[in-house]
């Protein structure tokens, strides 16, 4: 009888989690590159493991390789400038059975020494795995819909009274941001922990929804990138189907159209502080940790209390924050380029979670960033006047 510690039990859950995302993929397209800024998604295949092997077997125990190629050749993802696009041939990436053979080897030998790794180690591969598990989820969002399988449960939103849009006063305060070194696993930008005083402002109660969105679209400003016109009607592009735009759910919305709105509406996004003061106010949405694919309308949770609606799930928010180090940052010696190259002023908070978000980042001081300009997240707004 194999037993597992507990550990060993997460990093289990959490291959099962990614194995059946890659069991959506209809075979013949593990070549597609359904994101023209990201890898095939023959990369993410082997990329999971490789990272364990390199972060588990390599760098921690020095255990010898037994297939230094793939563990170079998947041991990174990219993300270009606007601009300067991937150009990889399908012929350039080896075949899906070697992979596959590589993965299954890799978590033999990582299983065999899991005892001996720091548990530091261990949380860090099992919330890389669950952090691409919504990754690839986006990805697979961008896939025609012949060439996945929708799993059972995956429906459209069910209806919600429609939102009113009213604001939620947050007086002065401070903010309590980041985490205390050495209590609990958080990845190297959320130390240290530290105080940040927040003026007062009003928040909206609700995400910003499809149909606030359409008013500024019917003024001009372009159509989101989950959004199709269909004889002459706004269609909403789901996860496993296209449906009728559902107007009460949040639009999803890269960072400039979100300025641009709130600029239009004369307000403004929230900045990171101030998602922390406000988020304080607000309950959970039950739309998070895998349960649903796609958006849910932003009263759906009303009944849970909580005066802020959705902070955390039904999708990530956008803030007006630059993605930067917390006083104290120290990049991590076995992971250097998790965040550190990221704080160039070209990539922004967000915070929340998606429906697609693993339940580990929950908790408050994780902090997500992309490019202003990538449309491919389950990325919400909402506005703030102050
Ligand atoms: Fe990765």
């Not at 994101?35 to 255990?63: K, M, Q």
């Not at 069910?158 to 305060?173: D, L």
């Not at 107007?247 to 922390?276: I, K, N």
């Not at 915070?351 to 389950?378: D, E, I, M, V």
Request: proline content about 9%; some cysteine; glycine content about 8%.
């Amino acid at each position: 009888m194999v037993t597992r510690s507990e550990p060993g039990r997460a990093l289990s859950d959490a291959r099962h989690t990614t194995d059946s995302l890659f069991e959506l993929v209809r075979p013949d397209s593990l070549y597609d590159r359904p994101v023209p800024e990201r890898n095939r998604l023959i990369f993410y295949l082997g990329h999971l493991e490789a990272f364990d092997w390199n972060l588990l077997a390599r760098h921690a125990l020095e255990v010898p390789a037994f297939h230094a190629e793939f563990d170079h050749l998947f041991a990174f993802g990219i993300d270009p400038p606007p601009g300067d696009l991937p150009n990889d041939t399908p012929a350039a990436w080896p075949g899906a059975a070697e992979v596959r053979r590589y993965n299954r080897r890799t978590r033999e030998i990582v299983d065999e020494v899991l005892d001996q790794l720091p548990e530091e180690l261990v949380q860090a591969a099992i919330e890389h795995r669950l952090m691409h598990a919504e990754t690839f989820a986006y990805l697979l969002h961008q896939m025609p819909y012949g060439k996945k399988a929708a799993p059972a449960g995956a429906g459209i939103p069910g209806p919600a009274p429609a939102a009113r849009e009213e604001f939620v006063e947050i007086g002065a305060g401070e903010a309590r941001m980041g985490l205390e070194r050495g209590r609990t696993f958080g990845w190297d930008n959320e130390f240290e922990e530290h105080g940040v005083a927040v003026g007062e402002f009003a928040v909206a109660r609700y995400k910003v929804t499809n149909r606030q969105y359409l008013e500024f679209v019917k003024e001009g400003a372009a159509a989101p990138h989950f959004w199709a016109m269909r004889e002459g009607r706004w269609m909403y592009r789901g996860m496993f189907a296209e449906y009728p735009l559902p107007l009460d759910c949040p639009v999803y919305v890269t960072q400039e159209e979100a300025s641009a709105y709130a600029a239009w509406r004369g307000m403004r996004l929230l900045t990171e502080p101030e998602f922390h003061r406000a988020a304080e106010r607000s309950r959970p949405s039950a739309n998070l940790g895998f349960r649903g694919w796609d958006p849910v309308p932003v009263t759906a949770d009303d009944a849970a209390g909580g005066e802020v609606a959705q902070m955390t799930g039904n999708g990530w928010e956008w803030t007006s924050t630059a993605f930067g180090p917390f006083p104290g940052f120290e990049a991590f010696p076995f992971y250097r380029n998790y965040s550190e190259p990221f704080f160039d002023g070209r990539h922004f908070v967000l915070k929340g979670a998606s429906p697609r978000t693993a339940a580990c980042f929950l908790r408050p001081s994780f902090r997500n960033w992309f490019r202003p300009s990538y449309p491919y997240l389950y990325a919400t707004f909402r506005v703030v006047k102050s």
